[in-house]
């Protein structure tokens, strides 16, 4: 199966900075997926095909890679922005997820 | 517009059989392209796919676990749901099911989510 990992762990960022989180595959993928998960509630699609936003998500996120790097980015980090993320693929069965990245607001 | 709950017993012994129901609104099963897949998630990890039924009953398994999951769905295609057998502590998790759908390139992803409901496997 293929293996995403992501980086950093956890990042702890600044209302109005930039921020950026890393998907690493360990195949080729030809899509990635993004989910936003708050403590206590479900995940949420965040991210579709690599880059396009879901419903109702703000643009400063963008999404953006190939093969086996993708990236997860905020323009500038708001407070409601502090969750944590996963990275999803499905370009092979069984589909899986990144470890997480936990971003928290300094 | 788009609901999924998960039901479940809350807490099982190990060596049971755990029962998950998954009930749904805003689609139906029987239209062509949609599938629904279930997802767990033990406290503080990540998420682990587990099994997936579309739209003409294929059923898809996570290899990891195929041999204790049974994945189905209800004629009235508003229910979906699945058991896994021999169920010990490493099963504790927070079990979602979610609207998969195709994408570009014909690739799945989960758009909607039920709120989920925690299992725990205990003595």
């Known amino acids: 199966e293929i293996v995403l990992t992501q980086s950093p762990t956890t990042i702890a960022a600044s209302p109005g900075e930039k921020v950026t989180i890393t998907c690493r595959a360990s195949?080729?993928?030809?899509?990635m997926y993004w989910y936003q998960q708050k403590s206590g509630a479900s995940p949420k699609l965040w991210i579709y095909?690599?880059?396009k936003l879901a419903s109702g998500v703000p643009n400063r996120f963008s999404g953006s890679g190939s093969g086996t790097s993708y990236s997860l980015t905020i323009n500038t980090m708001e407070t409601e922005d502090a969750a944590t993320y996963y990275c999803?693929?499905?370009?092979?069965?069984?589909?899986?997820f990144g470890g997480g990245t936990k971003l928290e607001l300094k | 517009q788009v609901t999924l709950k998960e039901s479940g017993p809350g807490m099982l012994q190990p060596s049971k059989t755990l029962s998950l129901t998954c009930s749904f609104s805003?689609?139906?099963?029987?239209?062509?392209?949609?599938?629904v897949s279930w997802i767990r998630q033990p406290s503080g990890k990540s998420l682990e796919w587990l099994a997936a039924?579309?739209?003409?009953?294929?059923?898809y398994y996570n290899p990891s676990l195929k041999s204790r999951l049974t994945v189905s769905k209800d004629t009235s295609n508003t229910q979906v749901f699945l058991k896994i057998t021999s169920v010990d502590i490493a099963d504790t998790a927070t079990y979602y099911c979610?609207?998969?759908?195709?994408?570009?390139?014909?690739?799945?992803?989960?758009?909607?989510w039920g709120p989920g409901t925690m299992v725990t496997v205990s003595s």
């Open positions: 979610a609207r998969t759908t195709l994408g570009a390139g014909y690739y799945w992803y989960f758009d909607f």
């Open positions: 805003g689609f139906s099963l029987s239209t062509s392209g949609m599938v």
């Open positions: 039924i579309d739209w003409d009953g294929d059923k």
């Open positions: 195949s080729s993928v030809s899509y």
């Open positions: 095909d690599t880059s």
């Open positions: 999803q693929q499905w370009s092979s069965t069984p589909p899986t």
